[in-house]
């Protein structure tokens, strides 16, 4: 429906393989958002983070995340709820082998 009245569908959340871009597609998506499919990347913004043992990370959040409205909304409304998590992923090198 969305499609007839000149809208535009969003596949938001849960790639994760190649193939779910293609569901999404197929599913009449306009786009899909690529979240933690493109995060820890070389490219990818954020700090990187080397533990004890040498191995390299980037730190990933979500934009509905508390981290994220202290960083760039000015704190967490009281009428909202922080959704996810901040979490660390193994670095994932250039953006170019993923893509």
Known sequence: MAHKIGAHVISDGGAVFAGDLSKAF???????????????????????????????FKEYYGMSSRKANDKYAGGLKSYRAA???????????DMIETI
């Not at 990187?48 to 040498?54: C, K, V």
């Not at 959704?83 to 090198?93: D, F, M, S, W």
């Open 83 to 93: 959704e996810g998590k901040v979490t660390q992923i193994p670095l994932k090198g």
């Open 26 to 56: 197929a599913a009449k998506s306009s786009f899909v958002m690529l979240g933690s499919m493109l995060a820890a990347h070389t490219e990818s913004p954020g700090d990187l983070i080397i533990d004890a043992n040498g191995k390299e």
